[in-house]
């Protein structure tokens, strides 16, 4: 079963955010995941959502516990105007 995770979060730094997005990418990282979108918030001028989609739960739990994984968020949180909101979704159903 897949799993997403959304990342709720809110920055004054959105370039920042996103230089260090790519810069998480092209190190390799991360290699868990099957697809992610990075998106604005229209009502709110500085929330952002991130969604992550992985193969399973298991994946998203090992990816979270690597050194990279780890590094990213702490530096991504200094990003943040506070801590980020996470929710962790079971994918039911998928529609094309």
Do not use: W
Request: glycine share 4%; hydrophobic share 35%; charged share 30%.
């Amino acid at each position: 079963m897949s799993f997403i995770q959304i990342i709720e979060y809110e920055t004054e730094r959105p370039d920042e955010v996103m230089a260090l997005d790519r810069e998480f990418e092209d190190a390799g990282m991360p290699t868990r995941i099957s697809h992610m979108h990075l998106t604005k918030d229209r009502e709110n001028p500085n929330g952002y959502v991130t969604i992550v989609e992985f193969p399973s739960y298991e994946e998203a739990m090992a990816n979270s516990k690597t050194p990279e994984t780890q590094q990213f968020a702490a530096r991504m949180t200094e990003l943040c105007t506070g801590p980020p909101r996470f929710v962790n979704l079971d994918v039911l159903r998928e529609l094309p």
